[in-house]
């Protein structure tokens, strides 16, 4: 799992609740993501993050927010507006080398389950 | 959006064996990453290979790379039940961009 870590690790949220995932990491990378994974599936970008203060939606940010005042946190709202957020959502970070894509390191992971 | 597609889905061989999986993937990449997750885990990354290379290794770990048809394979070797998990690609695209597939999920029998 790297120097990414993730809490709680088991979550559970009521109907209409806003509930904040937290990842934190020690490599010094500059970027940061969130992805959801659904079970049997990949994994889906929700938002991403390339320096502090600065953050970009993925391909599935309804129903979710975050931040990123400080280089080695990223933390996950997941909001009332989401759905269906039940699901295993994981942090990961990296850093481009040369102006590209390089190694992505993860965390654990957090289980959300809504009540 | 899903640009990596694995293949198989699934497969179950015997330990010992050794294991195949491909992956096929859309547009141009910079690179394409192999990860291994086991049950309710986080991945964990196994290999990275780039763009201009064609063949990696890592200890029982093969990857090939074939730009020209957009696929890569990941070869395990001589498998052992430890290796049981699901194995996602991921192609790097851009600076910041990584796109998964949906994984094979590996069984190796004892």
Redesign the interface.
């Known amino acids: 799992d790297g120097g990414i870590t993730q809490s709680p690790k088991y979550l559970f949220r009521k109907e209409g609740q806003n509930v904040t995932l937290s990842c934190e990491q020690n490599l010094n990378h500059d970027a940061m993501y969130w992805y959801r994974q659904d079970p049997g599936q990949g994994l889906r970008l929700i938002y991403y993050s390339q320096i502090v203060n600065d953050f970009q939606k993925g391909d599935i940010a309804e129903g979710y927010s975050v931040s990123r005042e400080k280089k080695e946190s990223f933390p996950l709202t997941v909001t009332s507006a989401q759905k269906n957020p039940t699901a295993f959502y994981l942090c990961a970070s990296s850093t481009p080398l040369a102006g590209y894509t390089d190694t992505q390191y993860f965390g654990p992971g957090t289980r959300l389950t809504v009540l | 959006?899903?640009q990596?597609e694995e293949d198989p889905q699934a497969l179950s061989i015997q330990e010992g064996e050794n294991a195949t999986m491909n992956c096929s993937y859309k547009t141009s990449i910079?690179?394409l990453?192999w990860?291994r997750q086991n049950s309710?885990?986080?991945?964990?990354?196994l290999i990275?290979i780039r763009s201009n290379e064609r063949e990696k290794h890592s200890g029982r770990l093969r990857v090939t790379l074939d730009t020209s048809k957009k696929s890569s394979s990941l070869l395990i070797t001589a498998s052992r039940a430890a290796d049981t998990a699901s194995y996602?690609c991921?192609t790097?695209?851009?600076?910041?961009?990584?796109i998964?597939?949906?994984?094979t999920r590996l069984k190796v029998l004892a």
């Open positions: 959006s899903q990596g910079n690179n990453q990860y309710g885990r986080g991945l964990v990354h990275l996602f991921a790097g695209v851009g600076t910041y961009k990584y998964f597939g949906t994984g």
